[in-house]
């Protein structure tokens, strides 16, 4: 199994472009999950589905954020516009969604920089 | 929501010495708590868990202990080795796991040589 696939692992970008990170959680996981990294804030979780179908995006910064997952093999991550403050690394994990084996996987992650 | 904290936030033992890592949270709801170690420019890697059921969870060098009265669980790692060093984050989820989790702000572990 190649585990979560996340990419590009790198993007830089400037300020105002849109930006569209991609995932692939782990085949058979019915749970994705969207963190972001930084120093100042460190891990938080911004949006997760169960069965493709979003739950909770409370922790969606602002409407610049959304996330989509069309197929339960595939999620997408854009922000447009793009701010200098999105700088971070952006994780993707999957996991089994509450069953007994709870672990969810993370992704290499995708760090972010906007100029 | 739920609220984790987590200290100390850097944390330097010796070589062979034991390292605690303490985190408390605020909704008593919740009934799954993981432990990730992440490595420099790496992903974060379960290394352990505990449930709501369980005080005490024990695994070769590593354990975690819940006080669900207190609502703080803590990170033990004994005989600390130089591949120990990383940044260890603590967290918590009321669905055990099916949700998103909520982190620590996570502790610098040193081990000096």
């Known amino acids: 199994d190649a585990g979560v696939i996340q990419s590009p692992r790198h993007e830089v970008t400037e300020m105002g472009q849109e930006v569209t990170l991609r995932c692939k959680p782990i085949?058979?996981?019915?749970?994705l999950f969207w963190y972001r990294q930084t120093m100042m804030r460190g891990l938080e979780l911004l949006i997760y589905?169960?069965?493709?179908?979003?739950?909770?995006d409370s922790g969606m910064p602002e409407d610049r954020f959304s996330a989509k997952m069309p197929n339960a093999s595939f999620s997408t991550l854009k922000i447009q516009p793009s701010e200098p403050r999105d700088s971070a690394v952006y994780f993707c994990?999957?996991?089994?969604?509450?069953?007994?084996?709870?672990?969810?996987?993370f992704g290499p992650g995708t760090r972010l920089t906007v100029l | 929501g739920e609220n984790v904290e987590q200290h100390p936030s850097t944390l330097s033992v010796q070589e062979g010495d034991s390292a605690v890592i303490k985190c408390t949270y605020s909704?008593?709801?919740?009934?799954?708590f993981p432990w990730y170690k992440q490595e420099l420019g790496k992903r974060p890697q379960l290394i352990i868990d505990?449930?709501?059921?369980?005080g005490e969870k024990k695994d070769q060098r590593i354990a975690v202990t819940l006080n669900k009265t207190a609502k703080h669980f803590s990170l033990h790692i004994t005989e600390t080795q130089p591949e120990d060093s990383a940044v260890y984050f603590c967290?918590?989820?009321?669905?055990?796991?099916?949700?998103?989790?909520?982190f620590g702000k996570g502790t610098h572990l040193i081990i000096q040589p």
């Open positions: 994990a999957s996991g089994s969604g509450g069953g007994p084996n709870n672990e969810q996987f």
């Open positions: 085949s058979g996981h019915n749970s």
């Open positions: 589905f169960n069965n493709n179908v979003p739950i909770d």
């Open positions: 909704d008593s709801a919740s009934n799954y």
């Open positions: 505990i449930r709501s059921n369980v």
């Open positions: 967290a918590a989820d009321t669905e055990g796991g099916a949700d998103g989790l909520t």
